[in-house]
């Protein structure tokens, strides 16, 4: 069985990459927490996903390369609107972060994952970070599709407008 053990963080709103990443169209045949089915176009390349419950940092994961005409197909069975961001890999302290710049419902999102060998593995944390949202549903690129993040409120987006003080 594949395993998956990911953690996600928040990116500063002034983040800016240094190289050009990879545009990616993603979209849902089942959102089912305890079984998501992902079909996605990454680039010239194509991807069937099957991931299972989130168990802290870890779930099940199967992936599948497939054509990508098919899978431009299988988008369109897909829940809308599609997940749309720029994906970037960028190394640091020997892990690779996956930065997605989100685009279209969802933008003005900002996240990185990185990938590890199990749950207590130490990792250093790049300058760009601001909080961790590992385990938070709101962040799953799955949830994105039923409340996009444009329509998040500033207290979902975790913003406090500014309160004006009488002098």
Request: with cysteine.
């Amino acid at each position: 069985m594949g395993v998956e053990i990911e953690r996600k963080f928040l990116v500063r709103e002034d983040f800016h990459p240094d190289a050009a990443g990879t545009p990616i169209a993603q979209g849902y045949l089942s959102r089912d927490p305890a079984r998501t089915v992902r079909v996605r176009v990454a680039g010239e390349r194509a991807y069937l996903t099957i991931k299972g419950k989130n168990v802290g940092a870890a779930r099940a994961e199967f992936e599948y390369e497939i054509p990508a005409a098919d899978a431009r197909e299988l988008l369109a069975l897909c829940d809308a609107p599609l997940v749309e961001k720029t994906r970037c890999r960028i190394p640091h302290a020997g892990h690779l972060w996956e930065v997605d710049i989100f685009h279209g419902a969802n933008a003005g999102l900002c996240v990185a994952e990185v990938e590890l060998g199990d749950e207590q593995e130490k990792i250093d944390l790049p300058q760009w970070i601001t909080r961790e949202v590992t385990g938070e549903k709101r962040y799953y690129n799955s949830s994105l599709i039923a409340h996009p993040y444009t329509l998040w409120t500033a207290e979902e987006r975790g913003v406090h407008p500014l309160r004006s003080v009488d002098k």
